[in-house]
């Protein structure tokens, strides 16, 4: 089953504005971890959720997750043009020993 | 602040050639792993390696591919002979413990391009 898939593809908005990103995943996680990616480049760790936690907060990003929806956002506020990125949501299944599984990405652009 | 290191950045070869591509990963974490990109998509788990040993591999990483720590510091990939749908980007990971609850943190990747 996939894991990790995240909406929208696409997400072009103003500099100011704020910027949301859905994850939905199929299994039962030990935690669900958002990456940054610039443009061909390594993945920067952006924060971590645990499974038992429902809202993490780290500067201008607040990360939610719902288990009984299997489901976690990512908000972005006050985006600047720096945060042009794709931004890649990742589980560790539980049972799943150290794993990540990716999602294919919200591409976000902010433009100024 | 530590960091995940590989080398090389980008890497040329031919098909059934042999690459070894390595990370230096950060000093006190003792979970290792790698994974891929495809270009366009997702990243792709590979294998996870713990105290000298692989504990999870995924189907991708079949006999042409191994894994060491030859050191106190490197962990390398090894492709035995490439295949032209090897070429991707690779990246190695680290996590200071285990069992699915830890931050991974991830090198800036090898550019692998196989002719």
């Known amino acids: 089953s996939q894991q990790g898939e995240e909406d929208p593809q696409a997400l072009s908005i103003q500099e100011g504005e704020n910027a949301t990103m859905n994850c939905s995943y199929k299994t039962s996680i030990n935690n669900l971890q958002w990456y940054r990616q610039n443009s061909g480049r390594g993945l920067v760790h952006l924060i971590l959720?645990?499974?038992?936690?429902r809202e993490k907060h780290s500067g201008r990003l607040r990360v939610t997750l719902d288990t009984s929806k299997k489901s976690s956002s990512l908000l972005i506020t006050a985006s600047r043009a720096a945060d042009t990125a794709s931004y890649f949501c990742a589980t560790a299944p539980f049972g799943g020993y150290n794993k990540l599984i990716f999602g294919a990405g919200t591409r976000l652009a902010v433009h100024p | 602040e530590p960091e995940v290191t590989q080398t090389p950045s980008h890497q040329v070869t031919q098909m059934g050639q042999e690459v070894i591509l390595r990370c230096v990963p950060i000093s006190n974490h003792l979970y290792f792993y790698w994974y891929r990109q495809i270009l366009g998509q997702k990243v792709e788990f590979l294998v996870s390696f713990y105290n000298n040993e692989i504990s999870e591999k995924s189907e991708i990483f079949d006999d042409q591919f191994s894994v060491e720590r030859p050191d106190g510091s490197n962990f390398t990939l090894k492709i035995r002979s490439t295949k032209l749908e090897d070429s991707a980007m690779y990246f190695c990971?680290?996590?200071?413990?285990?069992?699915?609850?830890?931050?991974?943190?991830f090198g800036p990747g090898t550019r692998l391009l196989v002719l």
């Open positions: 959720i645990r499974s038992n936690e």
């Open positions: 990971a680290s996590s200071e413990l285990g069992g699915g609850g830890e931050t991974q943190y």
